[in-house]
Structure formats: structure tokens, C-alpha cells
């Protein structure tokens, strides 16, 4: 899994119904590389979360139909910017 | 998911029948590095775009069988080169 | 997919009988990075093709018993270097 | 599989519970990039490990149900930073 | 496939069983970058090799259950030091 921190969310409108009506939200890396990553956890903006990539991520959803390829897993407790570069 | 702008449409007039005949289009990401990705949702160039890889890619498509490792997943709204960048 | 374009055949006289006898092709991207290729639509040395990698690179193969983790996909109409790059 | 070493824990209060309660280790590469990992072998802060992804992943947890892109498949014998450069 | 030269062997006295016994090898690529590859063909330290990632790697195994995500599929015959960068 990937440590990620939450930017936003982002809308789209026009999108595959394989992706149903599920939060996206953009995140970053440490390097500030963007990402878009389903929310199954309910993260806010600022949240550190482990993102998990690949066919764990369709299963992570709870429904294995729903087309993520990546899926927030959880929020980190106790982290911050400066343990991001240690 | 990655976020990527359409370029251009691609052309394979020799091609897997796996792909069958789904349209496919050239995407760059903030750096400017082309993919390719099957389009599923009916994007122009220009457009800003989430796209799904590894095994979603398939079943985003509506139909597992077709062999792309990278399918166009929605159109975003409201986003815009200088997003790409904050 | 990715855009590769191919560079020679490959021979490995000692493999995993896995990949059976399918034809095997050095590709470089627009880097000149080089990865090996099973080449299921007659690609030859110069052209241009788009890539598939995960596990579509099986079924693209029309097998999935096939054990590749890139397959070309078909080979592009009307590319050169110079739109690589663009 | 990657080479990685153990930095420490990971605790996330707030999971999907596909992770269920499992033990996640924060693992560096030899650039000091920061992933998570599942841990299914009992790894200690400090041990080199491989560590296996992709659908791989989940069937080393013992449960392909849980949903992890990166498991901890072994711990190294005689493995040394300065190995790692070599 | 990438291409990859084995470097030697690794020994991992505690590893998860569904590694069972099989032999495992570092291998660097032509960046000097190491992994740890599934040896199903019987390769020797020197040996330039074409390495399978993701689920083709389990089955390239011969044993999907065996829990590799990245596997020796074929000694690549008349290939040297020069030829990976050209």
C-alpha cells in the first residue's frame, strides 16, 4: 500500500457505471503526484491514508464488480508531514 | 486512477481481435508521457479524464474479455492545467 | 497500453513451457528502456505498436494459460518518432 | 519480489474491514521510498524482507479475501545495507 | 518481460509457506536496480534472463498457488552486457 494524503474530491459527471455513484477523491504522494483513489473509509481533506492498488483494490470496496484501481483502506493515526520524509 | 488529458484518437487497422473494434485514444499525463487507453465513456481531445489500469481496466469496459490494461473511466468536471499542478 | 517499437526477435532456447513457442520481440519506448514482448499480430523490427501488460497481456494472446506479462496489441497506422515526442 | 527493510507500525484506527485486523509494517527501499505492507511472516523493525504484490499479494496472506497489494513473503538471511548497493 | 541478469542466490529461512521452497535469485536490471525473482528454469549467477510480473508469474510457475510476483521465465541465448544499451 501507498501513503497518500487527501487533496479534494473530484466530480465526474460523465463516467463508466462500473464506477457506480462512489466518493473519488484526489490524492497525493510525497513527491505531490496526483492520483484519484475510491473512498471507502470516508477520508477528509488533509487525511493520511494507505491507498491499496491492483485487483485488492476492486475488493476492497466491498464489491469486487465495482472497476477501482485504487481504493483508500484507512486512515493513519498519528502522522504527519515530517514522518513522510524520515 | 490516474489523471490524464486526451491527445488524439490511435489508429490499428492490425490489431488483437481481443481489442475487437472499441475506439482508442492517445493520453498524456502532467509530464507529457503518452498512454494509450480504450475509451469507454465517448471523450474528445482535450478533455481531462480519469483512466482505470491492471485487471479494472477490463471490466470497466462492460465486457471482461476485451484485453486493455487502461480504460478511460469518467470525464472530470471543473478541472484544468493549472489543477494539475497545485 | 504503452507505445513501444520494436527492435529485434528474442530467442530463449531454455524457458518455462509456460509460454509455449510464441514468438518473442525486444520493444523500447520512446526512452530506448527495453522490455521483451510476445508478438501475437506479426510485428516486425521498426514498427510502431501499442503494448499490454497485466493480466489482459494473457487473454490477449487468445490463451490465457499464456504466461506473458506484455503482449503486443496491434501495430499503430500512421505513427512516427517524431509524435512521440509531441 | 522487492527488498525492502522494516522502519516500523502502522496503525489505522479507521480501515476497511477486508484489511480485517491484520499487522501492517511501514518498509523502505534502498532510496528510502516508504510503502505498507502486510505482514504475515512476524518482521521486526530493522529486518531486510521481500515483500510480493500485486494478486500475488492476497493469496500470501493465506486469505485471498484480504484485500493487500503488498505482503511481507520472508525475512532475509545475511543481508546487509551495504549488499543492498551492490 | 524485463530483461535481467542474476546476481545470486537468496536465502529466506522464515517465508511465508505459500513460497513453499522454491529457489529464489536476486536479479538487477540494467540500472543496477535488484529484485527478487522465482527461479523456474534453473539460471545461473551471469545469466541474462527475461523476467514474468504480476498474475503470470504465478502461473508461470507451473502452480498458481505458489505465491511469486516475479518469475524467471527463459535464459535469453546470445545476449551480453552491450546489447542492453543499444
Do not use: Y
Amino acid at each position: 500500500m501507498k501513503i497518500h494524503r487527501v487533496v479534494r474530491d473530484l466530480v465526474t459527471t460523465a463516467r463508466t457505471p462500473t464506477l457506480q455513484a462512489k466518493s473519488l477523491r484526489v490524492v497525493e504522494d510525497d513527491s505531490g503526484d496526483l492520483e484519484v483513489a475510491l473512498d471507502s473509509v470516508g477520508a477528509k481533506p488533509g487525511d493520511f491514508v494507505i491507498t491499496i492498488s491492483t485487483s485488492a483494490a476492486r475488493h476492497a470496496t466491498g464489491d469486487p464488480k465495482i472497476t477501482t484501481d485504487l481504493t483508500i483502506g484507512g486512515i493513519i493515526d498519528h502522522w504527519s508531514e515530517e514522518r513522510w520524509h524520515d
